[in-house]
Every structure is written in structure tokens, then in C-alpha cells.
């Protein structure tokens, strides 16, 4: 099985099944093997693993130049300098910009591991994420599939990102970040495919999970009440589309995950209300596969 049929794969399942298949495969590994790859580190610290193993690989780096090279190469990718023609960024610069973004990608991840870099290293890491995201609706690349063309699934780089912010240590400030990237991530139909599943499996902790749906469902309460400091009924359309939707989902699937079905059903009745009907009708899928009434697909 190929990695990328793996990935799809996994996706279907919730969070006890994937629970149980990690088990089963850690018992199933020699002692040996996993003292070689380090199994024990990477299930303690996923985000820490792979940077510690791609920094074993690589030159040592320059953490505050990397953290340079990214400001450019965002600053650029902003304007369109990859994509048109400018004197800014020369031609053949603009056909590296895959091999830099996917630079950028790991070398901030071991960037993020030095103290002083570490707050500016995650942010830029964050905004790397939202333009290539941004690269798929308009065109600042020369491909419209940036996150196939580098070679990182959308939802890696997701949990990449999650894993390094849990570090900051404020479960409230994680929770919003997480959110925050989901919107930035979706289109009107709701967030890309195994990405809320993503979300879900790593809110590790029954109290992480319900700040999550307390905040996803604060944040649908926002699109139609009267009360609005976030400003989110003076959106587009398309935009308070894309909110009802990924946080519909959010808190469709962590209800769910909880153990709490008519939870679940009421906030996708709420998000419903805001939301496009495709993305209604991926809400009604989600709790017809959980047996759950409440919701049917729209007419």
C-alpha cells in the first residue's frame, strides 16, 4: 500500500480506531526497531521527531536567516512575484519557488526548536500554510495545487503546525490558532477532506475537546447574533460560508468523538442556517455515518 492510499485510508476512521491500530502496530514491532527509529519519541513528540530527524539530515542552519528567507518569500508570494512576470523576482528564481517552499517548510519546523527564534519561526511557519492555501484560489503560483507540487499533504502540514503551537502552552490561544487556520484552509463547502478529523485526533484530552466545541460553537453564534466584536456578519457571503462550514464540522465531529450525538446534531442544525447546501448535505453524511438523527440533506 502506497503512502498516499494509507493516508486516505485513515481518514475514514475516528479517533478509538486509530487509537487501537497504533497500538496493535507498536506491539507488533520489534524492540529492537523501535529503539532504531525512535518510536517512543515520535509518539511522545510527533512535531519534535521529525524536525530532530530532518536536522540529523541537513546542515545545521541559521535559525533567524531562515526566519528572513521566509519574510521574502512570503512578501513576494503576496505580490505575485512567482507567478507574473516582475523585476523583483527573476525567471528562473520563479521556477525554484517549489523547491523553496519546501525548504522553508522544514527548515522553519527546525527553526522553531530555537528558543529565540522559536515565536517568530511558528508564526511564519502559519502564514507559509495560509498563502499556499491562498495559492489555490488565486493565482500567486504557477500551480494551483501548491501543496501537491511541494510534495506536503494539506493536513501534515496542519498537524505540523498544531503540534508546534501546543508547545506555547495556552490550551485557550491553541484551540483559536487551530480554528483560525481551519477557516483560512476552507471554501465554501467546508475545510479539505481529513482535516477536522486531523484537528479531532490531536485534542488529545476530554477538556481540549469541549473548549474546541465551545469556541467553534461561539464562533456560530457570532453569524447571527446581534452582538458581534468579531465582525463576522460584516463578511462576504462566501466568507461566513466558509465559517459556518469548518466550524459545522468541527463541532459535528468532536460532539461526536465525545460521546454526545445530540449535541452534535443541535450545533450542525446551527451552523446549517449559514451554511451552503453541499456543505449542509456533507453535515447531514457525517451524522447519518454516526447513526444519528436531526439532519437530513437539503432539498
Request: net charge neutral; hydrophobic share 40%.
Given at each position: ?29 520489534p ?25 540529523g ?52 519546523q ?42 506536503v ?35 465554501r ?47 462576504s ?63
Amino acid at each position: 500500500m502506497k503512502v498516499a492510499e494509507l493516508r486516505d485510508l485513515l481518514a475514514r476512521y475516528d479517533a478509538e480506531t486509530l487509537r487501537a491500530i497504533i497500538v496493535e502496530l507498536y506491539k507488533a514491532t520489534p524492540a529492537a526497531l523501535k529503539r532504531e527509529k525512535e518510536l517512543d519519541e515520535l509518539i511522545e513528540d510527533p512535531g519534535r521527531w521529525r524536525a530532530k530527524r530532518r536536522a540529523g539530515r541537513r546542515r545545521t542552519i541559521d535559525a533567524a536567516l531562515v526566519c528572513d528567507d521566509a519574510e521574502l518569500f512570503l512578501e513576494n508570494a503576496r505580490e505575485g512575484n512567482y507567478f507574473k512576470p516582475n523585476l523583483a523576482v527573476s525567471k528562473k528564481e520563479r521556477a525554484k519557488w517549489r523547491f523553496v517552499a519546501k525548504r522553508l517548510y522544514r527548515d522553519l519546523q527546525v527553526a522553531a526548536l530555537d528558543e529565540e527564534c522559536r515565536e517568530d519561526a511558528g508564526d511564519l511557519l502559519r502564514q507559509l500554510f495560509e498563502v499556499l492555501c491562498e495559492g489555490e484560489r488565486i493565482y500567486l503560483f504557477p500551480s494551483t495545487t501548491p501543496f501537491e507540487t511541494i510534495k506536503v499533504p494539506k493536513e501534515e502540514f496542519y498537524l505540523t503546525l498544531l503540534t508546534l503551537d501546543l508547545r506555547r502552552g495556552n490550551p485557550g490561544t491553541h484551540v483559536d490558532m487551530a480554528l483560525d487556520v481551519l477557516v483560512a484552509a476552507s471554501d465554501r463547502w467546508g475545510a479539505p477532506l481529513g482535516m477536522v478529523p486531523a484537528l479531532v485526533g490531536h485534542l488529545r484530552t476530554p477538556d481540549m475537546k469541549e473548549l474546541a466545541v465551545e469556541k467553534a460553537g461561539h464562533r456560530l453564534r457570532e453569524l447571527g447574533g446581534r452582538d458581534d466584536p468579531s465582525g463576522e456578519r460584516k463578511r462576504s457571503a462566501e466568507q461566513r460560508w466558509k465559517v459556518a462550514a469548518a466550524m459545522g464540522e468541527v463541532a459535528v465531529r468532536t460532539c461526536l468523538d465525545l460521546g454526545e450525538p445530540d449535541r452534535a446534531a443541535t450545533l450542525a442544525r446551527r451552523a446549517g442556517r449559514f451554511m451552503d447546501r453541499l456543505a449542509n448535505d456533507r453535515l447531514a453524511r457525517i451524522l447519518e455515518e454516526a447513526n444519528v438523527e436531526g439532519l437530513g440533506p437539503s432539498s
